[in-house]
């Protein structure tokens, strides 16, 4: 189903047309039935054969009611513009126009109505002066005369929009729910009741929506689409849904019933054409009375610099109160007062342009939505929100993206980055990596800050990014320092002489260890260039292992390791005394190294004994320390 919406000066014709298209008044009010003008949205249901119908919806004309015929337009897919035979165009036919051609309308028909009050021989005439007052591409729309008295061109009006109505786009049922609410009342014995036109998505019974700006969560009870019950309805609906978990008094006109992607905001990026007699008053910071969905707003829109043309230009709508909106909708603008027209444009969304016939439509719209925020971890409701899809299908897009290493995704929490951004900077990364290993090749490799600062990447980010590049094994990370693969640390013959000489190779054999604060004391004070990250990496590979305030070879650890588990392999459980006897040392030395073991993850304490930890968290933490020692000593 699809909208066809009318417009027009007031007393034009519009409602009696749509009565003898539908059969249907869609006048609601008395008032408006006894003064023969609309004041408000009126709908009805009209039916172009088994496969196709549409919903109208009738709009006032009256320059008034201005406000409800903007929160009737959103939605609109055909045009009728109503112009009176024998009145032809008025200033208020030209000001609707205006408006929707702001909007999403995609076709427009010319409706000359009253044509019986038209003399026969003066038809010709009042069209052409119609046609002649109308804009160019509007004076080209079809146009047909017809008389919603005696029924004449109703038939080839009914053609017409038939024809329109299968020409347009498939909706986008698959996209997040986004359904503006124009009505709002409740019924005895069944609750609230919103009504508007579902502008894309799907809705089913049993759906929890959001209600927004309000924040409220409401489960669809029931569906209707003109009297008829629906178990779901598609976007280009006109749906009534029965909503429970809210009262009548906390939704107006003017929210919107979303799907789970979408939050309200205050603030949106926007494309803006003025309206030709607008450029006058347009300042850099512009008041204005925005209408969006089926919502009225007053806020301020903001330029770089004011619009010099009637030409399409950037800026932000700052809003007094939140709404939600889905990239690429309609809004019109006009000033808070006199309330004459300012121009409109559309929400920023993401740009799709340059895709190719190959890339589905879903992870090009993702993709898009990556590139626009350059190098930046998006979480997965943002990208949908931004992409305009329903969460699961730009979960699915983006696995796809990931799969060709067009997104990269990063961890704590999951989120994702766009694949060229995240490429480029990895050759960052690996340049500086390359740089600095030539430089000091006796170091570990480059922390996480450093490399910020050297990328110029808030280190947060980075570390994630780092990550992910670590686990696709594009580079090494370990003990918190990053280097490419093939890095290797080797210290220089100086640098080696003056370790050995503050922690000498043959305490391995007593299990005494140096003080840590001496051996760092003693680098800060004389020694040798690049010393102290070579000390670094002596302590990244386990060379050297620091236990308490004491600093051991990773030789002592490994032997100290290897009696610990051949105790267990002849008891179950083992005492500190029994432990400082195994290794021969003292209750000074013992406690801490305790400790460590427990820290480790070999030991476990309970009380006064320590058992065996059967699934050991870092048991390798000196394991490998005799050949990293050989890799760097």
Do not use: C
Not at 106 to 129: F, G, H, M, Q
Not at 283 to 303: D, H, K, N, Q, S
Not at 441 to 461: H, K, N
Request: aromatic letters at 4%; a neutral charge.
């Amino acid at each position: 189903m699809a909208i066809v919406g009318t417009a027009g000066h007031v007393d034009h014709g519009k409602s009696a047309l749509v009565a003898a298209l539908t059969g249907t008044n869609p006048d609601r009010w008395i008032e408006e039935r006894l003064r023969g003008m609309t004041l408000d949205l009126g709908f009805a249901h009209l039916r172009l054969g088994d496969d196709l119908e549409a919903g109208i919806v009738d709009v006032p004309g009256h320059e008034r009611f201005l406000h409800n015929m903007l929160a009737g337009a959103t939605g609109m897919d055909v045009l009728l513009l109503v112009v009176a035979g024998d009145e032809g165009v008025m200033p208020q036919t030209l000001e609707h126009l205006e408006i929707v051609r702001y909007l999403n309308v995609r076709r427009t028909i010319v409706v000359i109505s009253k044509i019986d009050l038209v003399p026969a021989n003066e038809r010709a005439a009042a069209r052409a002066r119609i046609v002649a007052a109308l804009p160019g591409a509007t004076a080209e729309a079809a146009t047909i005369e017809v008389s919603s008295v005696t029924g004449e061109g109703l038939p080839a009006l009914t053609a017409a929009i038939a024809q329109a109505l299968r020409e347009l786009p498939a909706p986008a049922a698959g996209a997040p729910v986004y359904l503006p609410i124009d009505r709002v009342f409740a019924l005895p014995g069944r609750g609230t009741i919103v009504t508007g036109t579902l502008v894309q998505g799907t809705v089913t019974e049993g759906d929890v929506l959001g209600l927004e700006p309000a924040g409220k969560r409401a489960r669809v009870r029931s569906i209707e689409v003109f009297g008829v019950p629906q178990r779901a309805v598609e976007a280009g609906s006109r749906v009534a849904l029965n909503l429970a978990g809210v009262d009548r008094s906390e939704i107006q006109r003017g929210e919107t019933a979303v799907g789970k992607e979408f939050e309200a905001r205050r603030s949106f990026a926007v494309r803006f054409t003025p309206a030709a007699s607008a450029l006058p008053v347009l300042r850099r910071r512009t008041p204005v009375r925005a209408y969006l969905g089926t919502a009225e707003i007053l806020g301020t829109l903001v330029f770089e610099r004011p619009p010099d043309g009637v030409r399409e230009v950037t800026g932000q709508l700052h809003l007094r109160r939140a709404t939600a909106a889905i990239p690429g909708v309609r809004f019109v603008v006009r000033r808070p007062s006199p309330k004459t027209l300012l121009g409109g444009g559309y929400l920023e969304s993401a740009d799709v342009a340059g895709g190719n016939d190959v890339t589905p439509p879903a992870e090009e719209a993702v993709a898009a939505a990556l590139r626009g925020r350059g190098l930046a971890a998006v979480e997965l409701g943002e990208l949908a929100t931004a992409a305009n899809l329903r969460e699961e299908v730009a979960r699915e897009a983006l696995a796809a993206l990931a799969a060709r290493d067009d997104a990269v995704i990063v961890r704590r929490p999951p989120a994702f980055v766009d694949g060229a951004a995240a490429g480029e900077l990895f050759a960052r990364v690996l340049a500086h990596l390359e740089r600095a290993q030539h430089d000091e090749p006796w170091a570990m490799g480059v922390t996480s800050l450093a490399l910020a600062r050297a990328v110029g990447v808030a280190e947060p980010l980075l570390v994630r990014l780092l990550a992910e590049f670590v686990e696709r094994g594009r580079m090494a990370g370990r003990a918190g320092y990053y280097a490419t693969l093939d890095h290797r640390p080797a210290l220089t013959s100086e640098q080696e002489a003056f370790l050995r000489g503050l922690v000498p190779a043959e305490a391995g054999s007593s299990f005494v260890p140096v003080r840590f604060a001496e051996v760092a004391a003693a680098i800060r004070r004389s020694g040798p260039a690049g010393a102290s990250k070579a000390f670094d990496t002596l302590l990244a590979r386990n060379a050297l292992i620091k236990v308490g305030e004491d600093l051991y070879l990773g030789s002592q650890i490994a032997a100290i390791r290897a009696r610990v588990e051949a105790h267990f392999r002849q008891n179950e459980t083992m005492t500190a005394a029994q432990f400082r006897d195994a290794i021969g040392t003292s209750r000074k030395y013992a406690v801490p190294l305790l400790e460590w073991l427990d820290a480790s993850g070999l030991t476990v304490r309970d009380g006064d004994y320590r058992t065996p930890r059967r699934k050991p968290i870092a048991a390798s933490a000196a394991g490998d320390a005799e050949g990293d020692a050989s890799r760097v000593w």
